[in-house]
């Protein structure tokens, strides 16, 4: 018998077993996520629900909450009349404090600023780890709520942003890590099932085989084989079986992230979820009207999302909405794309905030100067959680 089809027969034995296991104890945590044995000593977590809408690839002011030239009509003529809005939302002018994707993501998931570099120090890189715990660790921590019930909704274009699912702080971590859904999860997910289905010829099973290896490699922080539980194999089983193996029928940008969004809050059932929208970003292109039109593709895709939370008995009611852009961007007329974000100006640091749902206040704008890290601290008090670690005060007038 040849190496090669030694090699095939113990990859499919150990992919069976592990997709055949993956609800099952891992050696360190449990399906759940759990570290063994606490989930008893905690009590279910009743609500309120709460989705973050991260308004990124960064976005001004101007297009967006200024009535005379806004491209998000649903979002400031519609949702915002519900809730509260904070139009004079700043991040902090502080040394290493930087306005970009990565970096504001971890801003409102942990309530705290920090001066991050790129694990591999790679030049533009975006693989952070925060020192502090985000929300989904704090509320996994406090109730009993599974991983699969806590998810970050990513863009394709930011596997970076993958893995800000769980902190390095010692008394967190990966035991209260969220899950994930992205098309990165997705591809991993299939090239497992295609490696243990037959059909595959030597040279494309080596192919998808590396493709693999390679992707997986990326989540350097979780070991534990079938790493997605079964709840989350469920959704991409589901998934395949409605756009196929090829790519090029499901939505793609932000527009798969809405459709991912819909499809979770009805099969998923999770209690906290946060979006990254990013189609913005795509001005880097040269062409202005990536940036307006990505501001209009995310207005849709809010204006999906309360309909869905509206017409689902299980959230409505019972639902906050938290929308705050990831960062600004600067106002350069004199550069041949004149919406940049990595020059650290005043613009770059002005965004917004709107919190809308049950016990917050309908129809307010505020106007004085807050902080983007008050969202951690906010949702905590939303969700009735202790976040020790956050660092930015309780944004009150946020509470009916």
């Given at each position: ?6 090699d ?8 069976a ?9 891992s ?10 044995g606490?989930?008893?000593a ?26 005379q ?9 519609d ?5 509260t ?5 700043v ?35 975006e693989?952070?780890?925060s020192?502090v715990?985000?929300l989904?660790?704090?509320l ?5 709520v ?10 394709e ?26 098309l ?14 037959s ?8 192919r ?17 084989p079938g790493a ?40 998923l ?5 946060m979006v ?7 001005v ?45 961007r600067?106002?350069?007329?004199a550069?041949?794309?004149p919406?940049?974000?990595h020059f ?13 749902g049950p ?31 956050t ?7 946020v509470?009916?």
């Amino acid at each position: 018998m040849s190496e090669n089809k030694l090699d095939r027969r113990r990859f499919l034995t150990r992919a069976a077993a592990s997709l055949g296991t993956i609800a099952v104890m891992s050696p360190t945590f449990s399906a759940r996520g759990d570290a063994p044995g606490e989930s008893l000593a905690r009590g279910d977590y009743a609500g309120p629900n709460v989705i973050i809408v991260r308004f990124g690839g960064g976005v001004r002011r101007r297009e967006t909450i200024d009535p005379q030239h806004t491209y998000s009509p649903f979002f400031l003529h519609d949702l915002a009349k519900r809730g509260t809005l904070y139009t004079n939302m700043v991040i902090s002018q502080l040394e290493g404090v930087e306005t970009s994707h990565g970096q504001g993501t971890l801003y409102i998931l942990t309530g705290k600023y920090d001066r991050f570099k790129d694990v591999d120090g790679k030049f533009l890189g975006e693989r952070f780890e925060s020192k502090v715990p985000t929300l989904f660790e704090y509320l996994r921590k406090q109730y009993n709520v599974p991983e699969h019930q806590t998810l970050i909704v990513n863009g394709e274009d930011r596997t970076d942003e993958e893995f800000y699912s769980f902190s390095n702080h010692h008394l967190f971590g990966a035991s209260y890590r969220s899950n994930v859904l992205s098309l990165y999860r997705y591809k991993v997910y299939l090239l497992r099932r295609q490696l243990v289905e037959s059909g595959l010829s030597e040279k494309e099973y080596k192919r998808k085989s590396v493709e693999l290896v390679n992707l997986e490699a990326l989540d350097y922080r979780v070991k534990e084989p079938g790493a997605q539980s079964r709840a989350i194999t469920g959704f991409w089983e589901r998934w395949r079986s409605f756009y196929g193996d090829s790519g090029f029928v499901n939505p793609r940008g932000d527009r798969l992230l809405t459709e991912l969004t819909v499809r979770a809050l009805k099969e998923l059932r999770p209690k906290l979820l946060m979006v990254n929208y990013n189609d913005p970003d795509y001005v880097h292109w040269g062409n202005p009207s990536h940036y307006t039109r990505g501001i209009s593709i995310i207005d849709q895709g809010l204006q999906r999302l309360v309909a869905a939370v509206e017409n689902d008995d299980y959230y409505r009611g019972n639902t906050v909405f938290v929308i705050v852009p990831d960062c600004g961007r600067d106002a350069n007329r004199a550069l041949a794309v004149p919406y940049q974000h990595h020059f650290n100006t005043r613009s770059a640091h002005e965004i917004f905030a709107l919190f809308v749902g049950p016990g917050i206040a309908r129809g307010q704008v505020i106007d004085r100067e807050v902080n983007q890290i008050s969202i951690a601290s906010t949702v905590g008090q939303v969700m009735e959680l202790k976040t020790q670690h956050t660092e930015g005060p309780v944004l009150e007038e946020v509470f009916a």
